[in-house]
């Protein structure tokens, strides 16, 4: 049963496509760290947050270059150990580059559009400080030897060491076009591409000493790839009942994945099996933006975004329930401003409220989230006519921390789960062609 838990545990954190909450990545230009609210552009990152958005911009081609940086931390504060001390289990997640490349062209009534980057996830989770599974892991084999006569004598002192760390790409992108019917309706319409690729690696060490001729218990170690490919559509029409008002509307649909699993110099940890296929696919979503230009200098957006995870079917977990059932379909929403200073400086700023959407009942060590809101503030300044510069700033502030208490283990103990601040920020270029 305690196998059956820390695989569980293990897979929710790179083998689980499915997860597609707002989060620093995901995101395609550096606006976005400037505002948080792009579902309705219709400027250089049109192509990955609203393709019929790309026909309302100036015929000629466009070509949009940027990375977000972002740091993140959780904590786990568990005294389920053998000591009952309170012990702080942290995770790092980090990445230094995430590339977004937009591409548009655009003449008369039609655009063509392309966007290549990271098309979910991205970075690295790093578990450094152990995890309360790997803890009580060790407790449990400890005892299993000593009653399976493995172990002498009663145990008097046990430690654990660990070091796990996973990550999880989706590298890809998508083409597709965009046309105006009229002056108040344009369509577009995407087809993409994306390879997902997850990896897990790690060790854990387990010491017990009651007596000098105790019996060493092997190491336990993991690295392992998963890959898959997708491919999916994303439908797209703009509105403009008004000449100052826009309203965006896109839906994204993807494909059933299966990630193969690659056990690496044999070191599965007794978890995984080589060769074997583990199904997943994105969340399919829909994504409206509101964009109001109260006058020449002012802008104001809306954005929602809805993750259907009820149109996902998923394997089963170990106790047969459907792993697309551990998420209820999610809503995040946000406000934002733009203001033009000048023809040549425009300054933003956005918040997004995102709700948790992970079950509470399903919620494990590695993936876990709270009710978190997200401020952005940016600015944009162009340097010449045909070359400018996006800057974004973005933090996440959780609003709330999770308690458990649990009877599961050999004696009663409590869990606190705490997301620490986010940050990111964004850089890009674009240059008109």
Known sequence: MKKNVLMLCIFML?????????????NGSA?????GNRNASITTDAPFYNPAGTIWGADGFILEFSTIPFYSTKSIFDNGNFASNNLEYKSKTSSLLYPALNLTYKKDRLALFMFAGITNGGGTGNYDDGLPTFERLG????????????LPGAVTDYSVKTSFKGSAYGVGGWLGAAYRINDW???????????QMNHQEGWLDITYTPAPFAVPIPRTEIDVDFTGQSFGFIGSVD??????????????????MKLETKVNDNKS?????DGEKVKSTYVPTYNLGVAYSANEK?????NMNVSFYSMLSLDKDVNGVDVADYYHNGIDFGIAAEYQ?????????GCTYAPYKMKRQYQSEMEFENNTIWLNTGASLKLKENLGIDLGFQVGLATQERKVDSNVWIAPFNQKYENGPSYSMGIGFWYKF
């Open 14 to 26: 790179g083998t689980m496509a499915a997860v597609a909450d707002y989060n620093p990545a995901n």
């Open 31 to 35: 606006s976005k760290m400037k505002t």
């Open 139 to 150: 407790y449990f084999n400890v005892m299993s030897g000593i009653t399976g006569g493995l």
């Open 185 to 195: 309706l344009s369509v577009g319409g995407a087809f993409q591409y994306s390879r």
């Open 239 to 256: 509105i403009k009942p008004m000449q100052n008002l826009l309203i965006a509307n896109t839906f994204r649909y993807f494909t059933e």
């Open 269 to 273: 940890g007794g978890l995984f099996t």
């Open 298 to 302: 002012l802008t104001v957006h809306y």
């Open 341 to 349: 200073f000048s023809d040549k400086l425009n300054w933003g700023i």
